[in-house]
């Protein structure tokens, strides 16, 4: 899939994060939005994965670290064949399968179930020595916030993996700069983010536009071609991408839009897609 197309269906995974998040009247629409190119890229052109057989050995694993973006995730796997994308409209309803955050017993395409900041880097590194020590050609993606790296785990599993040279495994740092609480750097600064992954032995890849398709092209191919170590990817991006009033917004990290809001969100897609038909 080209750059155009793999844009093109970026916008429909954020109309799918809207409409999720607004009939559940609640979630985490801000890092969704901010994430929805990363999981196209992954669903529709990086992962070796088959919506037809969730479950097969040779599939690349995907987690979710953090796990509250869910929406964005549930959107791609949706809009990728593994569930109907009219599911994503009971998002955290009573009986629903899509919960708040990923379960892998419920959810078709999850691996892992994540929720508990932290802590699914380290199941994912543990899927890639699984698969160091087993001999298996898959992969293993697991995408952070850069709020989520204030956790220590985050820098224990990082040392682990870098000790152990898992060039199988592929972190990915979501840099939108904002978290529930405002600045991250105001917070609890994480930076300098590329420097702290190469003293933990990580090749690291800085992506100045972490929405922009072909720099994750160009940074996911330079992830597979590394050998010996694994690789961190700093994607710099927009926090409620794509949505006017949501776009650097700290205040969307965790809210859902009343209808209005809605309304106006699903406008402001709906231009972004004209355009991206029109090039």
Known sequence: MDNLELAKVANE??????????GAKSGHPGGSLSAADIF????FEEMNIDPADPKKEDRDRFVL???????????????????????????????SYLQGHPCLDKIPGVDMSTGS???????????????????????????????????GQ???AAMFAGFHKLDNLVLIVDNNGLQIDGKIEDVCSPYPIDEKFRAFNFHVIDVADGNDMEQLRQAFAEARSTKGMPTAIIAHTVKGKGVSFMEDQAGWHGKAPNDEEYQIAMADLERIGEALCQK
């Open 154 to 156: 985050v820098w224990e």
């Open 13 to 22: 995974v954020r109309k799918g994060v809207l409409t999720a998040v607004h």
């Open 65 to 95: 670290s953090k796990g509250h973006t869910a929406p964005g995730l549930y959107s791609a796997l949706a809009h990728r064949g593994f569930f109907p994308v009219e599911d994503l409209e009971t998002l955290r309803h009573l009986g």
């Open 117 to 151: 900041l932290g802590q699914g880097v380290s199941a994912a590194v543990g899927m890639a020595l699984g698969g160091k020590m087993t001999d298996e050609k898959f992969r293993v993606y697991s995408l952070l916030g850069d709020g989520e790296i204030q956790e």
């Open 40 to 43: 196209t890229y992954l669903y």
